[in-house]
């Protein structure tokens, strides 16, 4: 028999992180929203084994998700009718620790790396604000980008934005601000409650979220990775 031709690609020279929080019952949520629950029930094969089945309910804004344009506006694009490309490609994590709580993220974050944020697809936003995870400060103030970081995102055609944070608004703002300004205009995507960006270090990396696809997604748990090239 033949030998399988090669894929060109060895992927023992990359280290995959994962950078979403686990998806599990007890999971920080948004208590306006329905709360996770977990339910399990087993049920005996022909053979008589046991088959593990669980049912996971929950709405699709928790935990590591992604929000799309139809999140917020009922004649923009939904998740299900984006190409998968959308969700993958270059990233580039922005280092945001010097930001406190209810602080903007201005331009000036990108300054140091605005060579690089210029070419990259996505552009993640490393608060530190995941050391918060299961805490009430997580749903407190946190650092938000400024206006006009987000027009720099759709002017520079970006693929979308993360954050390890629970939203890019500040927690008080009922109108959505940012999430207008962002999704009213392109197909862009946002990534929220990511983690261990501070895993990543400096550079350009493959980054890939790939949500659920199901019918009229406004959004979609996501397992985030980042793909790292090992010198």
Known sequence: AEEPASLGMDLSQYTVVDISHLQEADMPADPSLQLPQSDFFGRIGVDGGLHNLEVLSYCVHTGTHMDAPFHLF???????????????????????????????????????????????????????????????????????????????????????????????????????????????????????????????????FLFAALPLKYENADGAPVRAVAMLEEE
């Open 74 to 204: 009922g004649d923009r694009t939904k998740l299900n009718e984006m190409p998968a490309a959308q969700f993958v490609g270059k990233a580039l994590v922005i280092p945001c620790m010097q930001y406190g709580a209810g602080e903007e993220i201005g331009m000036e974050a990108l300054a140091p790396v605005r060579q690089l944020a210029d070419e990259t697809d996505f552009l993640l936003f490393h608060t530190g604000w995941s050391r918060y995870w299961g805490k009430a400060e997580y749903f407190g103030d946190y650092p938000v980008p400024s206006q006009e970081v987000c027009r720099y995102a759709l002017e520079s055609g970006k693929k979308g934005l993360g954050f390890d944070t629970i939203g890019i608004d500040p927690i008080a703002d009922e109108g959505l601000t940012r999430h207008r300004l962002l999704l009213s205009q392109r197909d862009i995507v946002i990534i929220e409650n990511l983690t261990n960006l501070d895993k990543i270090g400096e550079g350009l």
